[in-house]
Nanobody
Framework: VQLQASGGGLVQSGGCLKL?????????????MRWYRQAPGKQREMVAM???????NYANFVKGRFTISRDNVKKTGFLQMNSLNPEDTAVYYC???????????????WGQGTEVTVSS
């Protein structure tokens, strides 16, 4: 199983970006999907999560600005980021709990990260 994150880049304060995370491999089911971020010198923190049924949860610092979504057919998760500010500068990682064929227990997999830089 592989997670490929993309969509990061350099954006001005107030701008927007949309991150994508494609899950590939011998996938039976994708359960929860999450986005985390890690700023330089700081610990990794969860940004948003979405269940297989579409329920969402957000960290307080992104509520009202970021939207997490998923396309179960395309096995892809998204993070729409609006009203970006310099404090959002970080490497963003996708994470998914994936059940593979023949496995009863889902396993947590991580993408490689995509860098987001917000200039003031």
């Amino acid at each position: 199983v592989q997670l490929q994150a993309s969509g990061g880049g350099l954006v001005q304060s107030g701008g927007c970006l949309k991150l994508s995370c494609v899950v590939s491999g011998r996938i039976d089911r994708i359960n929860g999907m999450r986005w985390y971020r890690q700023a330089p010198g700081k610990q990794r923190e969860m940004v948003a999560m979405i269940t297989s049924g579409g329920s969402t949860n957000y960290a307080n610092f992104v509520k009202g600005r970021f939207t997490i979504s998923r396309d179960n057919v395309k096995k892809t998760g998204f993070l729409q980021m609006n009203s970006l500010n310099p404090e959002d500068t970080a490497v963003y990682y996708c994470n998914a709990d994936v059940s593979t064929y023949g496995s009863l227990i889902p396993t947590s997999f991580w993408g490689q990260g995509t860098e987001v830089t917000v200039s003031s």
